[in-house]
T-cell receptor, first 107, second 118 residues
């Protein structure tokens, strides 16, 4: 079952913060986050595991609420390089990706 | 470490023509995936291989799509005949069998092949 991401799109100015949400209708063991820049392949950002263990990106953080079956990606003090489409993937084997959140950071 | 390699990067064909995409995964990665990504959408799995065995091909339109992974390394995805609705980006990804350094099923994507069917 495909996870639901929100918002679908967001525009930020450099230095602003953003939150991207990913919700599932099923219990989750892990949530994976990827970023895809226009015309490029998706690139792994981080994985969040049941029990709170988090591994991944140094400048982007995330949370995983197992009870709510939801994960949120936090981008703080956004930079132009953060622009792209962010996908969450839930831990079916293989991953099932959401439709993505398009993030645009402007100067 | 070399990444996932795909070719061609772009392909334009007329409908009803055949087309093939090639993927070379990261060395040592036993799991290989083929995805289709339509404009504005997330990647959708077509087929997954564990070594040379296709373990999940439920989303592969078998009437026109076929794939193979000989010797458990390189893989080829073929469409014959292509239809207008097949226009999309075809992504190949790979992962270590037991999961990458970041946990289970972390996938490393290639640059994709952008297909346009006229």
């Amino acid at each position: 079952q495909q996870p639901v991401q929100s918002p679908q799109a967001v525009i930020l100015r450099e230095g602003e913060d953003a939150v991207i949400n990913c919700s599932s209708s099923k219990a989750l063991y892990s949530v994976h986050w990827y970023r895809q820049k226009h015309g490029e392949a998706p690139v792994f950002l981080m994985i969040l595991l049941k029990g709170g263990e988090q591994k991944g990106h140094e400048k982007i953080s995330a949370s995983f609420n197992e009870k709510k079956q939801q994960s949120s990606l936090y981008l703080t003090a956004s930079q132009l390089s953060y622009s792209g489409t962010y996908f969450c993937g839930t831990d079916d084997t293989p991953l099932v990706f959401g439709k993505g959140t398009r993030l645009s950071v402007i100067a | 470490e070399a990444g996932v390699v795909q070719s061609p990067r772009y392909k334009i064909i007329e409908k009803k023509q055949p087309v093939a995409f090639w993927c070379n995964p990261i060395s040592g990665h036993n799991t290989l995936y083929w995805y289709r990504q339509n404009l504005g959408q997330g990647p959708e799995l077509l087929i997954r291989y564990e070594n040379e065995e296709a373990v999940d091909d439920s989303q592969l339109p078998k009437d026109r799509f076929s794939a193979e992974r000989l010797k458990g390394v390189d893989s080829t995805l073929k469409i014959q005949p292509a239809e207008l609705g097949d226009s999309a980006v075809y992504l190949c990804a790979s992962s270590p069998l037991a999961g990458g350094p970041w946990g289970p099923e972390t996938q490393y994507f290639g640059p994709g092949t952008r297909l346009l069917v006229l």
